[in-house]
């Protein structure tokens, strides 16, 4: 997802860290000790359940263990951009679907990894190596977002579309397809799909924050009514402020800036900061 001015999308992500498990740093070396069965079923723990770098951790041991296992390198590109590091996941998946076993799902997750390094045009050739006939969530979600890139709005809209009905976890597409709607100028649009978002999933943060700038672009300087915590509404004030600056409302900026620093459970610096610079008429 790409950014613009004063956008911010935070992209949040969280595992269960994998418990009752030795060490990966200590001595044991799971992928040359254990059982192939075994060794399996490791694999699917910390593809499920591990803590993204220890998974990192254990697939780069387990493959250069056992560099015929096509299943231990895909877990380590799996694993790679679980813990946000796309362009080694890239290169694990760029010799992974040269294989003869590489699947659609692999050409499909390539894809992800080479759009989040900005790789668009690779990105695409990978898609394109897709047979149609393979439809999930993910395949048209990346879709819809080289459309975005290539500003070929009406194929994004479809392509989120199918994505959204074909995901169980609608929540984060259609905050992109709200953002993508946001970014170009269509803000009602995007209030729509964002709130539809957050209806889908109260506690994604992303979607709210984007969600008040929508608002926020067509004038309505206010917090929507969905839930959020004390925190939350202390730092989409400070969104609102900072919509209120850019628009040149710089009184409506101050209040919401005191606001969030009344609010926050915590000393809120960035809104602390910002309310001193238009005090001081910056």
Request: charged share 25%.
């Amino acid at each position: 997802m790409r950014s613009s001015g004063a956008f911010i999308v935070v992209l949040l992500a969280g595992m269960i860290p994998l418990a009752g498990c030795e060490p990966l740093s200590g001595t044991a070396k799971p992928a040359e000790t254990v059982s192939p069965l075994d060794d399996t079923s490791m694999a699917e723990v910390m593809l499920t359940a591990a803590d993204p770098a220890e998974a990192v951790a254990y697939f780069s041991r387990a493959s250069r263990a056992h560099p015929e296992r096509t299943d231990l390198r895909r877990g380590l590109a799996i694993s790679l951009l679980r813990a946000k590091r796309p362009a080694e996941a890239a290169i694990v998946y760029e010799k992974l679907v040269a294989l003869p076993d590489a699947t659609n799902e692999d050409r499909v997750n390539y894809a992800d990894a080479l759009i989040r390094i900005g790789e668009w045009d690779k990105a695409r050739k990978v898609l394109d190596t897709v047979p149609p006939t393979y439809e999930t969530a993910k395949r048209y979600k990346l879709e819809a977002i080289l459309a975005d890139h290539r500003r070929e709005w009406k194929k994004a809209d479809a392509f989120y579309a199918n994505a959204v009905g074909l995901s169980p976890e609608p929540a984060p597409i259609l905050n992109n397809w709200g953002f993508s709607k946001l970014q170009r100028g269509d803000a009602r649009g995007a209030e729509k799909l964002l709130l539809q978002a957050v209806t889908y999933d109260p506690k994604l943060f992303t979607a709210k924050n984007n969600l008040v700038l929508a608002r926020a672009a067509q004038g309505k300087y206010s917090l929507p009514p969905i839930p959020m915590t004390e925190e939350e509404q202390a730092q989409l004030l400070y969104t609102l402020a900072v919509a209120a600056r850019r628009d040149g409302r710089i009184d409506l900026a101050r209040a919401f800036l005191r606001e969030a620093i009344d609010t926050h459970p915590r000393h809120f610096s960035a809104a602390v900061r910002m309310l001193k610079e238009l005090e001081r008429g910056s």
